[in-house]
């Protein structure tokens, strides 16, 4: 059954009480490839690296799932539990985590698949859209796809206890925008709020809602099973709790997800998956499924993208664009997910996390696995 999203502080609070000291680890789903053309890995290399993968997440005192991809090989890693008083292992098929940031990439697919048929540009002007935003006239589809729109709205991760329909989400960032200062166009600056713009421009532009969208664009072509809209989370299926290592005990400080938060970042936030589908969507991106290589590259290399940033379409692409990377939270949770591959989606990592300590840690264990992978080819930050 779906958790209850209105535990009161002391439900919260009894969830961590007498916690074990280690959880055991929760079994590992079965390998599958990432493409036909790919090299064959030994069963003992995968266990191998496996082992590895979980003694690391051991180490830094992390819990979670990840896919470990080698050589064109992926593989589900899993350690611990994602829902620790109802003993759910991190790997269920049972369990769902929210995306976080990492749904931005899902919203700049849909925008660009929308531009490839000829809707919009990426030089679009939003006041097409939102007429009554401030500075709207000003403001591209190409530079909410890059963050350099200059909105600079805070508190867009504040937790407002209002669970928000999709229209009233978009009401609430266009109020919040009209009603905080803002900045040019054409600098950088990370905000949740052009995401939510975004995806009420796929509303606007196909007449449907973002979550009809999802299915249709995303959920469908690619056959996902653990991918959902926070509200449509079925029966059967939880969304999982999250977690910090504290006083030599894991399992402390147990937060989930709240409505509230969830639905007020719509097309930035709203989304629940797992590492297995969320690498799915990634090779989806360059196979035809829901984009081509060609609309990939555009997407992650649109001309609005700032000279002080390597972002556009939800990924920070590396290394000449070698590398794939994307680091999402969400608000005042412990979950945490990190994505760092090859451009070509053959060899990396998608760990998403429900124990966490901080950012830096959490992509210090990352980074060791990924030169396990492959040496010499990855970055720590």
Partial sequence: MKINKLLTKFTVATLASGLLLSAPLASSAPTYAASKKVKKTS???KTTLRQYAKNTMAKYHLRGSMIVVKDGKAQQVSYGYGYYRRRIG????????????????ITATMITQLIYKGK??????????????KNASRISVGNLMTHTSGITVIGTEVNNG????ENGALNWIINKINSQSEQRPGKFNYNNANYILLAGIIRKTTGKSYASNLKSRIIKPLNLKQTYMYNQIPKGKTDAISYTYRYGRNYQDPQYAPQGLTTQ???????FSSPKDYYKILVGMQNGKILTKKQFKYMTHLKAKAKDTTYSGGLYMRRGGKLEMAYGNFGDTHF???????????NGIVMFLNQTQDKNKNKDAGYRILKKIKSNTFVNR
């Fill in 90 to 105: 991190a790997g269920s098929s049972k369990l769902v985590y929210p995306l976080g940031s990492l749904q931005k990439s």
């Fill in 162 to 165: 209002i669970n928000f329909s």
């Fill in 265 to 271: 970042l719509l097309g930035a936030g709203d989304v």
């Fill in 120 to 133: 919009f540009s990426q030089n679009t002007k939003i006041s097409r859209w939102y007429p009554n935003l």
């Fill in 43 to 45: 069963n003992k290399k």
């Fill in 336 to 346: 945490a997910n990190w994505i760092q591959l090859t451009s070509d989606n053959q």
